[in-house]
């Protein structure tokens, strides 16, 4: 089985993202970036199904600027086999994405793709379950579990209140959430080892996708400033400030 693995280039998590000063979007000058965090969750659950047995070649896959080569670097040194850039340096909405993907998915014929719940950026979440739709594949989303036997894929998804188990047909569509495992990190010998490994690079036009957006940004805004905290004497005056604020 072939495994296809999307990785998108992001803001690193510990970054705390500035503004733009016109409110036009997030400013990325001299910003360390990296592989989205659900992605690298994905990369460590196709090497493990790899580990396993139950794959034999994964393929990372990223959309992005000629810089997003540095993320599929990561996924070869994890252990991923070969990667495919499709380089843009437009910022490309998950409807384009899964356009990409579907093209890339129609030449590879992987059996399985596993995608992160969503992009720490964009916080869209729409990617995967778009891939699906366009595939007319079965999909199990927010992953906490795979267990892959024979033609069939047992997902356990992390929802409100507890865990949903769904059993698909591949091939099939996952995403990955928080828990599913914990990646590992690239051993020098292997980030080595990855420089040398199989990296195609292509364009949205080589799949025939028009990557221009469909949505409009009309303004990105700091979150509102915390107010600082104050310290009540008792629970009496806490009753009477609660009173005069009118929430008691
Ligand atoms: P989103 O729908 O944007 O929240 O993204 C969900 C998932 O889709 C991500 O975790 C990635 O696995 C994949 N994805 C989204 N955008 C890209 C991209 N530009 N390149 C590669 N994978 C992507």
Do not use: H
């Not at 659950?45 to 810089?67: C, D, M, Q, T």
């Amino acid at each position: 089985m072939k495994i296809l693995v999307p990785v998108k280039r992001v803001i690193d998590y510990n970054v705390k993202p500035r503004v733009k000063a016109d409110g036009s979007g997030v400013d990325l000058a001299n910003v360390k970036m990296s592989m989205n965090p659900f992605d690298e969750i994905s990369v460590e659950e196709a090497i493990r199904l790899k580990e396993a047995g139950k794959a034999e070649e994964i393929v990372a896959v990223s959309i992005g600027p000629a810089k997003a080569t540095e993320t599929l670097r990561t996924a070869l040194a994890m252990g991923a086999d070969r990667a495919i850039l499709v380089e843009t340096d437009d910022e490309v909405e998950p409807l384009a994405v899964a356009k990409i993907l579907k093209a890339i998915v129609d030449e590879e014929s992987p059996r399985l793709v596993i995608t992160g719940k969503q992009a720490i950026d964009d916080d869209s979440n729409q990617t995967g379950q778009m891939l699906a739709a366009l595939l007319g594949w079965g999909q199990g989303t927010f992953a906490n579990t795979v267990e892959v036997e024979g033609e069939a894929i047992t997902v356990k998804r992390e929802i409100d209140g507890g865990l949903q188990t769904v059993k698909l047909n591949l091939p099939a569509v996952v995403t990955t959430d928080l828990r599913l495992n914990e990646p590992r990190y690239a051993s020098l010998p292997n980030i080595m080892k990855a420089k040398s490994k199989p990296l195609d690079t292509k364009t949205p036009g080589d799949y025939g996708v028009d990557t221009t957006p469909r949505l409009t940004t009309t303004n990105v805004g700091e979150p509102p400033k915390r107010e600082a905290g104050e310290i009540l004497e008792d629970v009496d005056a806490l009753v009477a400030k609660l009173k005069d604020m009118g929430v008691a």
